[in-house]
């Protein structure tokens, strides 16, 4: 089965009416559409994105009902294999992201993907390490639930593990499950510090399956080697006794670092940091400070 992108929503909703069935254990190609839902264009600038309707953002392509899929128990998602666009976005967006403050003005750059890498900067040259950003089952609760934030059923969680090889285990809340996803990037740092991965628009083969009364409390993830990085990195850090603050502080010491060993402009650091660099808890035992530290792989310094 193939399903074009042309089968979206904006919000999660357990009374969409589903766009095909799937028996447990089918395989199905879902189209999804970049996360700006063709808001932005290949040839888009920066006031693409100071004009960015939220209530547009994150389409997801389904539901698709999951054959006798209940309250309790488990969908088993396999992520086959995944196939991105030839182009993608990363913006800074006003008041969105972990350094809003800092960088208040809208901005976007738009890479060429193609031979394994994507382009934002001529020369930064970025692997592509395909992911789904938001991917999730409908809530039991009745009305319309913004697409934006994750819950416990799944949704925009942004992990940039769960792409090809990956599987992902949701609990189910209503009855054939009611799946739906988005949200593709071709590369996503841990954490996604500016609030945007390379964006992009994707072709996903999935299996489905489930496990009787087997829901997990929250979603569950088996990764796959592909998607971890291996390189010598530069790891920043941010130390104190809030964690948010000290990623913060992660993250500002490595666009600082990026910025000063390269000549980027701290805001296109910033980027990089968001598509490149992973985000870490590294230690949250010595009480009463916490490490996060931000890792960047030095091949892309140059």
Same mark, same amino acid.
């Given at each position: 089965?193939?399903?074009?992108? /042309?089968?979206?929503? #904006? ?15 089918? $395989?199905?190609?879902? $189209? ?5 839902? @063709?808001?932005?264009?290949?040839? *888009? ?6 004009g960015?309707?939220f @209530?547009?953002?994150?389409?997801? #392509?389904?539901?698709?009902? !999951? ?20 182009? %993608?976005?990363? *913006? ?19 890479s060429?993907?193609? &031979? &394994? ?10 692997? !592509?390490? =395909?992911?789904?950003? /938001?991917?999730?089952?409908?809530? =039991? ?7 934006? =934030? ?12 769960i792409?090809p &090889? ?22 996503m %740092?841990? &954490?996604e510090?500016?609030?945007?991965? !390379?964006?992009t628009?994707?072709?996903?083969? +999935?299996?489905v ?7 997990? *409390?929250?979603?569950?993830?088996? /990764? ?8 010598? *990195?530069?790891?920043?850090?941010g ?18 670092? !990026?910025?000063?060993?390269? @000549?980027?402009? =701290?805001?296109?650091?910033? +980027? ?10 590294s ?12 890792? +960047? ?6």
């Amino acid at each position: 089965m193939h399903i074009r992108r /042309t089968g979206v929503h #904006t919000a999660w909703d357990n009374a969409i009416p589903p766009i095909a069935s799937l028996a447990p254990g089918a $395989e199905v190609t879902v $189209e999804t559409a970049d996360a700006s839902g @063709g808001q932005i264009g290949a040839g *888009a600038d920066a006031a693409a994105v100071a004009g960015l309707d939220f @209530g547009r953002v994150n389409p997801v #392509t389904g539901p698709f009902l !999951v054959e006798g899929a209940e309250p309790g128990d488990a969908l088993v998602v396999d992520v086959l294999d995944m196939t991105v666009g030839d182009w %993608g976005w990363t *913006a800074n967006i006003p008041g969105f992201g972990l350094l809003a403050d800092d960088f208040p003005d809208p901005h976007l750059r738009v890479s060429a993907i193609s &031979g &394994g890498v994507a382009e934002p900067l001529p020369g930064l040259r970025v692997p !592509v390490v =395909p992911m789904i950003g /938001t991917i999730g089952v409908a809530p =039991p609760e009745p009305g319309e639930h913004s697409i934006v =934030p994750p819950r416990r059923w799944g949704g925009n969680l942004d992990i940039r593990h769960i792409g090809p &090889g990956a599987r992902l285990v949701l609990p189910v809340g209503v009855p054939g499950a009611l799946l739906s996803l988005g949200d593709a990037h071709a590369a996503m %740092g841990d &954490g996604e510090v500016c609030g945007t991965g !390379v964006e992009t628009e994707a072709a996903v083969r +999935l299996r489905v399956d489930l496990r009787r009364g087997a829901a997990p *409390a929250t979603p569950v993830i088996e /990764t796959h080697p592909r998607a971890h990085r291996t390189g010598a *990195a530069l790891a920043t850090t941010g130390i104190g006794p809030d964690l948010m603050r000290a990623a913060r502080d992660a993250t500002r010491a490595l666009v600082g670092e !990026v910025a000063a060993r390269t @000549g980027m402009a =701290p805001v296109d650091a910033y +980027l990089l940091a968001s598509i490149a660099a992973d985000l870490k808890i590294s230690e949250v035992v010595d009480a009463p400070n916490w490490v996060v530290s931000a890792h +960047l792989e030095l091949s892309l310094l140059g």
